[in-house]
């Protein structure tokens, strides 16, 4: 089974809007991270917005904010006011609490249109 | 250093020639995480290290696949024989445990690993 679903391969949105790209996971533990990156076109790995299993405020960073709802296993990144240079991949990414390393989606290319 | 530097940035292989990527993780932190990205996309774990051992290994095609991260020396991922399916970017990650529980991993600019 998928540990990280990312059901949107593509997402066009006008400049300034804002844009919510999805994510859900699957996990058994109770405690576990979640994370946000994105690929520009260059190929660097930017690290956006994390959320721990145990926080109850969503994480925000900026014009990121992450909607964490745990009943649902959901983690979806909110962007608003789109910027052109948000045009990328993002990845979303979840760390278990038996392993460092990181599991991630398949990814949601964003587009955002002038 | 501040940043995960990876060389080199380039590497262009025949298939079944031996390929070498170094990593030089961001200075004190202790864990380092290779991943292999193929076709933009699909993120695959392969080895992390805590320090210079080995922390997990469960992504790693062994018959091909070794890395070392030994003291004082950059971590190192070789493939031998490559394949034509090795050709991905190959990202090394570096961290550091952070307050919650954080393990925010920053990435080298990766090295893309073309087999011919």
């Known amino acids: 089974a998928q540990k990280i679903t990312q059901t949107q391969p593509g997402m066009f949105v006008q400049e300034k809007e804002a844009v919510t790209l999805d994510c859900t996971y699957d996990?058994?533990?109770?405690?576990?991270?979640l994370f946000w990156y994105k690929q520009p076109s260059s190929g660097e790995m930017i690290f956006l917005i994390y959320?721990?299993?145990?926080?109850?405020q969503n994480a925000t960073e900026g014009r990121y904010s992450l909607n964490f709802q745990k009943a649902r296993k959901s983690a979806n990144l909110v962007i608003s006011a789109s910027q052109l240079g948000d045009s990328a991949m993002y990845f979303c990414?979840?760390?278990?609490?038996?392993?460092?390393?990181?599991?991630f989606g398949s990814g949601t290319q964003l587009t955002v249109l002038p | 250093g501040e940043e995960v530097a990876q060389t080199p940035k380039h590497l262009v292989r025949g298939e079944g020639q031996k390929a070498k990527l170094y990593c030089a993780p961001i200075?004190?932190?202790?864990?380092v995480f290779w991943y292999q990205q193929v076709l933009k996309n699909e993120f695959k774990f392969l080895i992390s290290?805590?320090?210079?051992?080995?922390?997990?290994e469960t992504g790693m095609p062994k018959e091909r696949f070794s890395a070392k991260c030994l003291p004082n020396s950059p971590c190192s991922l070789e493939i031998q024989a490559t394949k034509l399916e090795d050709s991905a970017v190959y990202f090394c990650?570096?961290?550091?445990?952070?307050?919650?529980?954080?393990?925010?991993?920053?990435f080298g600019p990766g090295t893309r690993l073309t087999v011919t």
């Open positions: 290290f805590q320090n210079e051992n080995v922390f997990d």
């Open positions: 200075k004190g932190h202790s864990y």
């Open positions: 996990t058994s533990d109770q405690s576990y991270g």
């Open positions: 990414a979840m760390r278990e609490p038996s392993a460092r390393q990181l599991t």
């Open positions: 959320q721990g299993s145990y926080d109850e």
């Open positions: 990650a570096s961290s550091q445990p952070g307050a919650g529980g954080l393990y925010e991993q920053y």
